[in-house]
């Protein structure tokens, strides 16, 4: 059995979309996968840098800068 | 005539709040065919509010400087008994039995509510060419668009027809109307404002604020505003503060941050210059203005738009079936949301952290960020690109570019008229504060607005 590899690589949009069960029309496929591709090469870009530790900022709250001047 | 003006009018009698919400009626029934910013015109419902209005203040009951005083919503506000379409066909027949929060406030404080102001559909786009309820149109040009998404409540203000309109603002939606129709847009610290009742677009990057044809008076709403509010998790109970600054204050003290990346590149012409000249004048009035670094905010507005496609897609994703109602532009956004993954979107908000971290260090170089709000002036309908002498961009990313990514923070800002740019077309300035800065933010705007040319209202 071969051992799995794992790559980063661009998503093939339409075929998750399709994996999805979404049925998405054709022309608007065509008009989301570049927007997507740009966004994405940002997010894996900065992504494979993350530090370990470094948690989602989900419950997102705002609170006072305690070093601002 | 500002808030204070009319505040001050009502209180001397020269004026009542009857007769100054048939003038908005008046103004609106005139202007409003050909501008498009209402949705609902609330004329009845708004004459016995005047007049209870007056009767108050005859019988010494004053609420404060709202008090009489006729505003607007967007369609985005819960009002009771009121349809609350968020400019969409999906809501085209909701109507709440109950007030969003801002909505209790501008109430209890006396204002006098007209109507729901048009919007980019479902609060996600910067056109407010909305395709069921009319493209808004920019009182200065009606060619070109008011920007968005609160481009019913910009042009209401611009156009006169009233006092303040409130706006939501998820990714510039406040303040980029704000800059091309030429009024006082201030998007307030996250959790500044309740959002209680306000139909959402994204649960960690909506705010809520006014928009106003004075800083003055964008700090009397926020004194209505503001406070914390238990039905809105996310809102916040840092202490209050009064708002309004004091008359052409000084900037003494001050210390506010002119980018000297990123902020002043690909802007159109007279952008950079207008604002650079707002530097000077806060200079004149006390501040010291230090050139800043700031970290890669293009880097940030991408992952903040990775953050709302998938935020707004779960929003929606409960009117899956009836997406086909929706224009094109929004539906596109809301199914890129569905095909990215929930690792992507946990990274994205891992992100969101660390780039926050990178950010705040400008904190404690300076108090305030001084930047444009928009590259470009008001854009001419259908226009889909910015050109640049080096290449072009995509008008929503592109035009947005200076106000998404501090959404993703929480950050307090204010767009300020601060010019007109070659065509005639109004420009606007932003200050950047960290958060619960408001104050300062505002007072910094005052001082500006004081030595700024006045923009006369354009001609309609």
Redesign the interface.
């Known amino acids: 059995m071969r051992s799995p590899r794992y790559t980063t690589c661009m998503?093939d949009?339409r075929l998750?979309?399709a994996a999805?069960g979404?049925n998405?029309p054709e022309e608007?496929l065509h008009?989301?996968e570049p927007?997507?591709d740009?966004?994405?090469a940002?997010?894996s870009d900065?992504?494979a840098r993350?530090?370990l530790t470094?948690?989602?900022?989900?419950n997102?709250?705002?609170?006072?800068?305690e070093?601002?001047? | 005539m500002t808030i204070r003006e009319a505040a001050a009018a009502l209180r001397a009698r020269r004026i009542s709040s009857v007769e100054l919400t048939k003038a908005a009626l008046d103004r609106i029934a005139r202007y409003d065919p050909r501008l498009r910013a209402f949705i609902t015109v609330t004329g009845d419902e708004a004459l016995a509010a005047a007049r209870r209005a007056d009767q108050e203040l005859a019988e010494g009951r004053d609420r404060g400087p709202l008090h009489g005083i006729p505003v607007a919503v967007k369609d985005v506000f819960a009002t009771r008994g009121v349809r609350t379409t968020c400019g969409s066909k999906i809501f085209a027949d909701y109507v709440p039995d109950f007030d969003a929060a801002v909505v209790e406030r501008l109430r209890a404080a006396g204002a006098v509510l007209v109507g729901k102001t048009n919007m980019h559909e479902l609060a996600y786009g910067i056109t407010s060419a909305n395709p069921h309820y009319g493209a808004v149109c920019n009182p200065w040009d009606p060619e070109r668009v008011p920007g968005g998404s609160s481009g019913g409540s910009g042009a209401a203000v611009a156009a006169g027809m009233v006092f303040m309109a409130m706006g939501s603002d998820t990714g510039g939606s406040i303040r980029i109307p704000a800059a091309w129709c030429g009024v006082v847009g201030l998007k307030p610290?996250?959790?500044?404002v309740s959002r209680y009742g306000m139909l959402p677009l994204d649960f960690?990057l909506d705010h809520a604020g006014p928009m106003t044809r004075s800083v003055h008076d964008a700090a009397l709403v926020l004194n209505a505003l503001a406070g914390f509010d238990p039905r809105d998790d996310?809102s916040?109970r840092?202490p209050l503060e009064d708002y309004v600054p004091p008359e052409d204050p000084s900037l003494q003290g001050i210390?506010i941050g002119l980018p000297e990346n990123f902020y002043f590149t690909r802007v159109a012409p007279g952008v950079a210059e207008a604002v650079q000249k707002a530097a000077q004048l806060a200079e004149q009035a006390g501040a010291t203005i230090i050139p800043v670094r700031v970290p890669d905010v293009a880097?940030m507005n991408?992952?903040s738009?990775?953050i709302l496609?998938v935020e707004a897609a779960a929003v929606m994703q409960p009117y899956m079936e009836r997406w086909r109602e929706i224009g094109e532009d929004v539906?596109?956004l809301l199914?890129?949301g569905?095909?990215?993954?929930a690792t992507?979107y946990?990274?994205?908000?891992?992100?969101?952290?660390?780039m926050?971290e990178e950010y705040?260090k400008v904190?404690?170089?300076?108090?305030c960020l001084l930047t444009p709000t928009m590259p470009i002036p008001a854009p001419r309908r259908g226009e889909t690109h910015l050109r640049w002498e080096d290449g072009t961009e995509d008008l929503r990313p592109g035009a947005t570019r200076f106000v998404r990514a501090i959404n993703m923070?929480?950050?307090p800002a204010l767009s300020l008229p601060c010019g007109l740019d070659p065509q005639g077309l109004p420009l606007g300035a932003q200050i950047i504060g960290?958060?619960?800065?408001e104050a300062r933010i505002l007072r910094v705007a005052a001082a500006l607005e004081a030595r700024l040319p006045r923009l006369a209202p354009p001609a309609l």
Do not use: K, M, N
Not at chain 1, 60 to 65: K, L, P
Not at chain 2, 189 to 192: A, I, K, L, V
Not at chain 2, 434 to 437: K, N, Y
């Open positions: 998503p949009w998750l979309a999805r979404l998405l608007d008009r989301i927007v997507l740009e966004l994405y940002v997010l900065r992504a993350i530090p470094a948690e989602p900022l989900i997102f709250r705002c609170e006072v800068e070093e601002a001047i | 610290t996250f959790g500044r960690t996310t916040s840092h210390r880097a991408q992952i738009r990775i496609l539906r596109l199914e890129q569905l095909l990215l993954s992507d946990v990274q994205a908000q891992r992100l969101r952290r660390l926050r705040r904190w404690r170089q300076v108090h923070f929480g950050w960290p958060p619960f800065s």
